[in-house]
Each structure stands twice: as structure tokens, then as C-alpha cells.
DNA sequence: TGCCAGGCCCTCTTTAGGGCCTT
């Protein structure tokens, strides 16, 4: 079977969830996806200059402690930038992690060319009898294997770049397309629910 | 210090409201 695009899957962990509302990222987790493959990955704790509060200490396990010495935002988004490059990015509920990095790498005027798409619009089509489209549930409902860490932007980056493979995999084998191209999932997670049957049957004559 | 968002999608809809998802 041919294996898509090259792709960044992208996860933030932050101090809350509005940047517009002063919260910064404290983790940047990524992997490169080539061939069907993770092939390279970027992890880095930083220090958002404040202390974060005890319910994202709990939620994320990332404590005050860990980031007083950890570099700044400024420093390591100069650095995922160049990581990224002109690469496309996935991400579980895009919206919520394109807000941090267009923030962030507003701040140090670094801008993107990728395009996103997000891993759960694409599973709300793909996966419609899942339990939910929590990223952890969806993991769980194919079989994804994980080494029981979430909520740490690494560990929840891997998982997302499994989920994806299994989707492109799970689309090439029922409709028989092949390769299944990044253009093609940003386009079926803008279909209704009620059309994405027809469209990838489509797609696949 | 503590507060806070926003895009998608369904339905008891479209002159709206509320759940899902992310931290």
C-alpha cells in the first residue's frame, strides 16, 4: 500500500485555554509522520513566566517546579519552527492547538506555511459509532496501543500520529484509495457527517 | 488572584441553545 503525505502531529499542553486570555503553552510534543512512519520527534518543556495553577499541575502532571529552570516560549518556538518548517500539522481538536502555536509564533514573528487538520473532525466522520471522539477514547475503540501516559504533549503527539495512520489505513482498505493524501482528509473533515460515504466512494472511483 | 474560549455540530434549528473537545 502507498502511505500518504508528510505531515507534523502537534500537541500543546498550556496553563488554560484562551491564549487571548494571557494563557501561554508550557510543552510542545511533535512527531513527523513520513511514509507512514513516525520518523522524527520534538519535546520540550518552557516557562511561560508565571506560575500555572494546581489544576494544570494535576491534569498534565507538568509542576511549578519542572519549569522554573525550563527555557522560554520565545526560545523553544524559534526552535519548533525550525523543526516544522513548511510541513501540513495535524492536531486533536486543531482549533484549540492552532490558536497556541498562531500565538506563539506571533510573538516572535516566526510565520508557517503548513496547513491543518484536525484528527477529530476527521474521526467524527470516519469513526461515527465511537463511544466519543476524546482522543484517548478513540485510541482505546481501535485498539491503538500507548504506554499509559496522556495529557503530556509527547506522549498525546504519538497517539494522535497513531490514530492518523489508522484512519488514512482504515479509508484506503474500505474504499480502496490508496494513498489516501492529507488534501483529501482536510477535505472530509469539512463533509457532513450524512455525505462522507458518498464522497470517499466517490473519491475511490 | 481569579477570572476566562471558540469552532463544530446537533436539534426540540436557522430571529438559538447547548454539548463536545482541547488545557
Not at 498562531?102 to 477529530?120: H, N, Q, T, W
Request: hydrophobic share 40%.
Amino acid at each position: 500500500m502507498q502511505r500518504a503525505d508528510t505531515v507534523v502531529v502537534l500537541d500543546f499542553e498550556t496553563t488554560g485555554l484562551s491564549p487571548n486570555y494571557g494563557d501561554r503553552v508550557i510543552e510542545i510534543g511533535a512527531v513527523r509522520v513520513e511514509q507512514g512512519q513516525i520518523v522524527d520527534c520534538f519535546q520540550q518543556l518552557m516557562n511561560p513566566g508565571f506560575r500555572i495553577n494546581s489544576f494544570i499541575e494535576q491534569y498534565t502532571g507538568i509542576t511549578n517546579h519542572m519549569l522554573q529552570n525550563a527555557p522560554s516560549c520565545a526560545e523553544v518556538m524559534a526552535q519548533f519552527a525550525d523543526f516544522l518548517g513548511n510541513d501540513n500539522l495535524v492536531a486533536h481538536n486543531a482549533s484549540f492547538d492552532r490558536r497556541f502555536l498562531d500565538a506563539e509564533l506571533s510573538l516572535i514573528k516566526r510565520p508557517y506555511a503548513g496547513a491543518f487538520v484536525c484528527s477529530m473532525l476527521v474521526a467524527r466522520r470516519v469513526y461515527q459509532k465511537a463511544p466519543n471522539h476524546k482522543l484517548g477514547s478513540l485510541v482505546a475503540y481501535k485498539d491503538i496501543p500507548t504506554d499509559g501516559v496522556f495529557h503530556r504533549a509527547l506522549a498525546d503527539s504519538e497517539m494522535t500520529a497513531k490514530l492518523w495512520l489508522k484512519m488514512l489505513d482504515d479509508i484506503a482498505l474500505q474504499y480502496d484509495i490508496s494513498p489516501v493524501s492529507f488534501q483529501l482528509m482536510q477535505q472530509l473533515s469539512r463533509k457532513s457527517k450524512d455525505t462522507v460515504h458518498r464522497f470517499l466512494n466517490d473519491k475511490a472511483k
